[in-house]
């Protein structure tokens, strides 16, 4: 009798895990968003640009739609910050991560002014060119 408790026991663990695991409550939404299309702006130096790709780390569905539904706001914020630039300031390492700290500064204080900001978590360069 104890071995066919036992098996029966055994044969539904691995129902029992399958169930549970169904039951796990999911993370909140964490989603990266493209500022698509890049961003290509002439520079202070005459014939100079600069082509950035940028993605936006924002966590939570509140969130996501809120930066999608201020993207233009947030493109313009950034092509007027980016557009006045040198070439200078952007050679090195630790220029271009000053830039990307900056630039996840001036967003959130944009998103700020007109709603929260709260989920939006950085900003990330996926492609960098000056020119």
């Known amino acids: 009798m104890q071995k066919l408790i036992l098996l029966v026991l055994m044969s539904l663990l691995p ?9 796990a409550p999911q993370g909140p939404v964490i989603e990266y968003l493209e500022m698509a299309p890049k961003f290509t702006v002439n520079l202070a130096e005459p ?7 940028i993605q936006l780390l924002v ?9 999608k539904k201020h993207m233009p706001m947030l493109r313009h914020e950034i092509i007027m910050m980016l557009s006045g630039m040198h070439v200078a300031d952007m050679q090195t390492m630790e220029q271009r991560e000053a830039l990307r700290i900056k630039t996840k500064e ?4 944009s998103l700020e002014k007109i ?4 989920g939006f978590t950085d900003v990330f360069f996926s492609e960098f060119l000056v020119n």
């Open 15 to 23: 129902v029992l895990g399958l169930a549970k695991s169904e039951e």
């Open 47 to 53: 014939r100079k640009y600069l082509m950035v790709n």
């Open 59 to 67: 966590e939570g569905a509140e969130a996501v739609e809120n930066v």
């Open 106 to 109: 001036m967003l959130t204080q």
């Open 115 to 118: 709603h929260k900001s709260e």
